[in-house]
T-cell receptor
Framework: GAGVSQSPSNKVTEKGKDVELRCDPISGHTALYWYRQRLGQGLEFLIY????????KSGLPSDRFSAERTGGSVSTLTIQRTQQEDSAVYLCASSLSQRTIQYFGAGTRLSVL | SQQGEEDPQALSIQEGENATMNCSYKTSINNLQWYRQNSGRGLVHLILIRSNEREKHSGRLRVTLDTSKKSSSLLITASRAADTASYFCATVWQGGSEKLVFGKGTKLTVNP
């Protein structure tokens, strides 16, 4: 595709519900990243996929967070039993390989009521 | 915790003036990148400088890197109202995980 696509752009959910956020990276990009950005803050790294290697999950804040990348392309970030502190913008980025420029999607704004 | 720290946290200038933002980091890096973010959504890459480079230019942007001081600066010359945004530095650690580590950003306001 022309750029990194994320859906939905906005998601409002009730505390305790599960949510799935989707990221469609740029075609041909082998690396895919998820970040979380709380209001007025910088980006927190969550997870990183590179090709067929095991993902770097070191940034996932709890076991309620998980992500997968199917077929080396589309990725889904799942948050189970959402809490109010999960409210943030979740950003996805992709890159050709490690250590190169990352291209970001517009993000999903998650609001947990 | 985040590795990069931008300074200042907020900067307000008049159109036509230059804007300088600084970034400090803590460990050895492979490269340092600057990104821009409008309205709290997607980030746009501005410039990448490698650890063996000291200065880089792109249009009205000038980036310097001082690895001995573990710091970088981003200069925007002849600023425009459209430059109003948040600016983040991000580092790729040398020898570590390949993830980008972002600072908290500098919020730049350019007044017309």
């Amino acid at each position: 595709g022309a750029g990194v696509s994320q859906s939905p752009s906005n998601k409002v959910t009730e505390k305790g519900k599960d949510v799935e956020l989707r990221c469609d990276p740029i075609s041909g990009h082998t690396a895919l990243y998820w970040y979380r950005q709380r209001l007025g803050q910088g980006l927190e790294f969550l997870i990183y996929f590179q090709g067929n290697s095991a993902p770097d999950k070191s940034g996932l804040p709890s076991d309620r967070f998980s992500a997968e990348r199917t077929g080396g392309s589309v990725s889904t970030l799942t948050i189970q039993r959402t809490q109010q502190e999960d409210s943030a913008v979740y950003l996805c980025a992709s890159s050709l390989s490690q250590r190169t420029i990352q291209y970001f999607g517009a993000g999903t704004r998650l609001s947990v009521l | 915790s985040q590795q990069g720290e931008e300074d200042p946290q907020a900067l307000s200038i008049q159109e036509g003036e230059n804007a300088t933002m600084n970034c400090s980091y803590k460990t050895s890096i492979n490269n340092l990148q600057w990104y821009r973010q409008n309205s709290g959504r997607g980030l746009v890459h501005l410039i990448l400088i490698r650890s063996n480079e000291r200065e880089k230019h792109s249009g009205r942007l000038r980036v310097t890197l001082d690895t001995s001081k573990k710091s970088s600066s981003l200069l925007i010359t002849a600023s425009r109202a459209a430059d109003t945004a948040s600016y983040f530095c991000a580092t790729v650690w040398q020898g570590g995980s390949e993830k980008l580590v972002f600072g908290k950003g500098t919020k730049l306001t350019v007044n017309p």
